[in-house]
């Protein structure tokens, strides 16, 4: 099992930035991929962004250039860097976790991004 604690969620105006961050504990194994999605209302849930323990890294093309994840294999983290936030950021941001055919979540923060 594989737990994750979500943080840095909050309130934001156009133009501003915010940083999660997702801390995994339980049985981690070295050959994982660990990922940002959304959800906004009455939407289905998306992939944001996603980084391999080997260090490959992609993302939504509605975010590309404005966000960044990253993580830290020691710290067992994964962060995601949002800069020039929009509106239509604002979402239930949740963590996921695959490793061996299995996906873990978060528990999802919420960004809002609003002036």
């Known amino acids: 099992q594989v737990q994750l604690v979500e943080s840095g969620g909050g309130l934001v105006q156009p133009g501003g930035s915010l940083r999660l961050s997702c801390a995994a504990s339980?049985?981690?194994?070295?050959?994982?991929?660990m990922s940002w999605y959304r959800q906004a209302p009455g939407k289905q849930r998306e992939l944001v962004a996603d980084t391999t323990n080997g260090g490959s890294i992609s993302y939504a093309d509605a975010v590309k250039g404005r966000f960044t994840i990253s993580r830290d294999n020691a710290k067992r983290t994964v962060y995601l860097q949002m800069n020039s936030l929009k509106p239509e950021d604002t979402a239930v941001y949740y963590c996921?976790?695959?490793?061996?055919?299995?996906?873990?979540w978060g528990q999802g923060t919420q960004v809002t991004v609003s002036s």
């Open positions: 339980g049985s981690i194994f070295s050959h994982n991929v």
């Open positions: 996921n976790f695959y490793q061996l055919g299995h996906d873990y």
